[in-house]
């Protein structure tokens, strides 16, 4: 008798629906994994939410064990459940990830408080003006993909457009601090991330490198937003890593 396949599931990052993996499932898809292996569930983003309640929710729309990959707050959350249940994580994939998205006290590979309060202000004002700044930031420092008109469209036809959402995950990259929980990983564990990082510094990933017992795989010259600009990259490194599991 085959044994069960098991799925991958993406989670997408703040700001936008799981639509910003459009290119990595299509490469996927290509390399011969069927679209029903792939899922790609929307973040539980509720207002008032903790990380636990935020992780027990997402829990209950996985599967009972999947290749888990995860992208900026999406590896955030990817950690979290990896750490709470790691029974239900076959191999973890962090893409342009961290632990602790603020910069705090000892932790200076994170963003200033100042920039969650601009992004708090532009979100009760413009929230579409937001996600415009923020599909630019997380294209800086690729020259290339900074550049392109059509990723630009690519980036707003992805974007959560709900403003309840947007807050309660500016909530959680404002309080997710997983330093203290983190250990060497029970599971298979990938960091991709790219060397021009305008969002997460690689300095992140590279402390996620030691700590978990990590795999890091850099990406020269790209920028935070690898789902869209390197979709076949990660197709070929993710599917490495899942192969080697079956």
Known sequence: ?????????????????????????TALEAHGIRSERIQAPPLPLREGATLAQTINTLATQLPPCAHIIG???????????????PERVA???LISSTPCFMQRTGWSSGQPASLLDDFDQRLAANPMALL????????????????DRNLTDTLM?????????????????????????????????????????????????????????????????????????????????IIAMTEALL
């Open 132 to 147: 415009k700044r923020f599909a630019l930031l997380i294209r800086h420092g690729d020259e290339s993909a900074s550049r």
């Open 157 to 237: 036809q992805a974007n959560d457009t709900d403003p309840a959402r947007l807050g309660a995950g500016l909530t959680l990259l404002r309080h997710i601090d997983l330093r203290t929980t983190t250990s060497p990983m029970k599971m298979p564990c990938l960091v991709i991330h790219g060397t021009h990082d305008a969002v997460v510094p690689l300095a992140a990933a590279e402390w996620l490198q030691h700590r978990m017992g990590a795999t890091l795989q850099p990406i020269g010259g790209a920028s935070h937003a690898l789902p869209l600009t390197h979709g076949a990259v990660l197709a070929n490194r």
């Open 91 to 93: 191999s973890l994939t």
């Open 71 to 85: 992208w900026s707050l999406g590896g955030e959350l990817a950690q979290a459940l990896a750490q709470t249940a």
């Open 1 to 25: 008798m085959t044994a069960p396949v098991t799925p991958i599931v993406l989670l997408h990052g703040w700001g936008f629906t799981p639509a910003i993996w459009a290119p990595l499932i």
